[in-house]
């Protein structure tokens, strides 16, 4: 099977490694020429969670220039601020397709209402990850991937068979509502601190902090306490704890965050059901200060 991966951040690396590792061949749609042509010329190398170093084979191209509809599969790992730009190529894809969305947030789930009868399917992944370089990946600690159909065709073979293990879910929803929790409380706390996520654990305060927003979080939406509980959420940053977590990457590299997609959707739901969410809207305020300072913008 061929599978491709639209964008060459962190996770569309990260991913490129676990399909190669099971047999799958890899082309991965870049951004820019430039970072096709490294991964073409130096292939995709990646530090394991172990510390060893690996190197693979991988097919790399402008996104500009592919045709999704060569491939078996495609993964679009590219930032949730990012999947307006994209809206035309799915539109053109197959209805046969399956489209792959591994976003933070919640910002993909209404996307993905925009086409119906396209074969879409959304994953969440718990494993960290930082990009070292255009072509270099580091795999900073693994947790559980999740899988669940957008529509009523379900999770097709090809998909099925790519030896990725996965927990299928039945409803989408809240498996993307479980992953914005884990997202509210891991990444935002974690970008306004500067810390890695380990220290999420052994900094009281942080910890607190913490669990006042899943507790925040759990008043207004009841089911997350069915979904996943705060000592699952503490098992996830000890998973990775020596991880930076994607928000602070890219708090530290000057980019626009996800923080909308993660914490102004929560916010918005939050305000349909009559109800606010103080905490999480002062962090949110706090990280956009500072970001507006650097010159940066919110994207939202």
């Given at each position: 099977?061929?599978?491709?991966?639209?964008?060459?951040?962190?996770?569309?690396?990260?991913?490129?490694?676990?399909?190669?590792?099971?047999?799958?061949?890899?082309?991965?749609?870049?951004?820019?020429?430039?970072?096709?042509?490294?991964?073409?010329?130096?292939?995709?190398?990646?530090?394991?969670?172990?510390?060893?170093?690996?190197?693979?084979?991988?097919?790399?191209?402008?996104?500009?220039?592919?045709?999704?509809?060569?491939?078996?599969?495609?993964?679009?790992?590219?930032?949730?601020?990012?999947?307006?730009?994209?809206?035309?190529?799915?539109?053109?894809?197959?209805?046969k397709l399956p489209i792959i969305f591994?976003?933070?947030?919640?910002?993909?789930?209404?996307?993905?209402?925009?086409?119906?009868?396209?074969?879409?399917?959304?994953?969440?992944?718990?494993?960290?990850?930082?990009?070292?370089?255009?072509?270099?990946?580091?795999?900073?600690?693994?947790?559980?991937?999740?899988?669940?159909?957008?529509?009523?065709?379900?999770?097709?073979?090809?998909?099925?068979?790519?030896?990725?293990?996965?927990?299928?879910?039945?409803?989408?929803?809240?498996?993307?509502?479980?992953?914005?929790?884990?997202?509210?409380?891991?990444?935002?706390?974690?970008?306004?601190?500067?810390?890695?996520?380990?220290?999420?654990?052994?900094?009281?305060?942080?910890?607190?902090?913490?669990?006042?927003?899943?507790?925040?979080?759990?008043?207004?939406?009841?089911?997350?306490?069915?979904?996943?509980?705060?000592?699952?959420?503490?098992?996830?940053?000890?998973?990775?704890?020596?991880?930076?977590?994607?928000?602070?990457q890219d708090v530290m590299a000057n980019?626009p965050t996800e923080v909308d997609a993660?914490?102004?959707?929560?916010?918005?739901?939050?305000?349909?059901?009559?109800?606010?969410?103080?905490?999480?809207?002062?962090?949110?305020?706090?990280?956009?200060?500072?970001?507006?300072?650097?010159?940066?913008?919110?994207?939202?």
């Open positions: 099977m061929r599978f491709g991966i639209i964008g060459g951040g962190s996770i569309g690396l990260l991913l490129a490694y676990i399909l190669k590792e099971n047999g799958t061949n890899v082309e991965i749609m870049t951004r820019t020429a430039q970072q096709a042509k490294v991964l073409r010329k130096e292939g995709l190398h990646v530090v394991s969670i172990e510390g060893e170093k690996k190197s693979y084979d991988v097919g790399a191209i402008p996104l500009e220039n592919a045709d999704w509809n060569v491939y078996d599969g495609v993964f679009i790992t590219v930032k949730s601020y990012d999947l307006s730009q994209l809206s035309s190529y799915v539109a053109k894809a197959s209805k591994t976003q933070n947030g919640l910002s993909h789930f209404t996307f993905a209402q925009q086409f119906p009868d396209h074969f879409l399917i959304a994953m969440t992944i718990e494993h960290g990850a930082i990009r070292k370089s255009l072509h270099t990946v580091e795999h900073k600690g693994e947790g559980s991937i999740r899988i669940a159909s957008f529509t009523k065709k379900g999770i097709p073979d090809s998909v099925k068979q790519l030896g990725i293990s996965f927990q299928e879910e039945k409803n989408p929803w809240e498996m993307l509502l479980r992953k914005v929790t884990l997202n509210a409380c891991i990444n935002l706390v974690t970008a306004l601190l500067k810390m890695p996520n380990g220290a999420l654990l052994e900094n009281a305060s942080a910890n607190r902090l913490m669990k006042q927003l899943y507790e925040e979080l759990e008043a207004v939406f009841p089911e997350i306490k069915r979904l996943l509980t705060f000592t699952e959420v503490e098992a996830l940053c000890e998973k990775t704890s020596r991880n930076t977590s994607s928000m602070l980019r993660i914490a102004g959707e929560l916010v918005r739901l939050a305000k349909e059901k009559g109800k606010s969410l103080p905490t999480l809207q002062t962090l949110v305020l706090l990280l956009e200060a500072e970001q507006m300072e650097k010159g940066v913008t919110t994207n939202d």
